[in-house]
């Protein structure tokens, strides 16, 4: 997103309460308070679609805290936003990922893999690794090689691995639907690591 969709406010106007409804403008306030936003911008827009953001974000609230570690999960979320280029979603969970554990230098060293493996490979685990190649391969390709797919499956079971794979296409979707949306960020002066 440019500057100048950030400073127009997104292809469609922020939702108010009366766009959003009880719930969704509560769920939208709550998750600005949450995030020390004015506004979480990405709530008051897709919330003006009722029922479909009440399903989606029941969903997106699973797959955010299933069954994988949270430092895993954050790791490819992560991932995926660098590989968009979705501020948006960089902005959000650079934070919750220091949380989790991914500090500066695992955050540095997740978006400079693997061209800059020499550098960052002592910092990053075979684990984290197989997940970022997994990540790497689903967002660009569509899919993941059997190659990776086995070294991934060496660290997840099955309900992990399917997990895996509707995190990833969860947070490329969401990604392609901000930009598509020109949803402009919650904290326009806050860049890099929050």
Known sequence: MTAGQADQGGRIPSGRFRELGLINWILAKSAARKVGAPEMHL????GQNKFLFLVWSIYSGR????RLPAIDTELVILRVAHLRACEYELQHHRRMAAKQGLDADL??????WPERLDRVEARLTVRQQALL??????????TVADATWQQLAQHLDRRQLIE???LASQYDGLAATMSALAIPLDNPRQTGPA
């Open 43 to 46: 709530f008051t827009t897709l």
């Open 63 to 66: 797959v955010l805290r299933g």
């Open 107 to 112: 955050q540095a060293a997740i978006f400079a």
């Open 133 to 142: 190649a997994a990540t790497d391969e689903f967002v660009k390709d569509r």
């Open 164 to 166: 895996f794979c509707l």
